[in-house]
Nanobody
Framework: QVQLVESGGGLVQAGGSLRLSCAASGRTFSRNVMGWFRQAPGKEREIVAAINWSGGNIHYADSVKGRFTISRDNAKNTVFLQMNSLTSDDTAVYYC???????????????????WGQGTQVTVSP
């Protein structure tokens, strides 16, 4: 059974940092695009960042460029999201996701991802 399990969320003050982790099990994703999405209350789920299998191709949403960094450790089947300079606009549930067939093409929509975690809450206080 394939599982993506997020961790590292929590409550942080504006300007602070958090590091999210997503550990995959049940199969290896070392050759797959993986990404982070988020969904704030009353809003649609949106992509935050995604990374190809080697780390050589990365996409960031404009709203997080320069503040967030996505990375991966293929040996550990894990992807990370380092979030710095957090603001209240970053408050959301953050989801890890993986594309089943793509190594390099980074999808930016939910429908392009086949596996999802349960999400971890990130709350940024003013």
């Amino acid at each position: 059974q394939v599982q993506l399990v997020e961790s590292g969320g929590g409550l942080v003050q504006a300007g602070g940092s958090l590091r999210l982790s997503c550990a995959a099990s049940g199969r290896t994703f070392s050759r797959n695009v993986m990404g982070w999405f988020r969904q704030a209350p009353g809003k649609e789920r949106e992509i935050v960042a995604a990374i190809n299998w080697s780390g050589g191709n990365i996409h960031y949403a404009d709203s997080v460029k320069g503040r967030f960094t996505i990375s991966r450790d293929n040996a550990k089947n894990t992807v990370f999201l380092q979030m710095n300079s957090l603001t209240s606009d970053d408050t959301a549930v953050y989801y890890c996701a993986a594309q089943q067939h793509s190594q390099d093409y980074i999808g930016e929509t939910m429908r392009e991802y086949d596996f999802w975690g349960q999400g971890t809450q990130v709350t940024v206080s003013p």
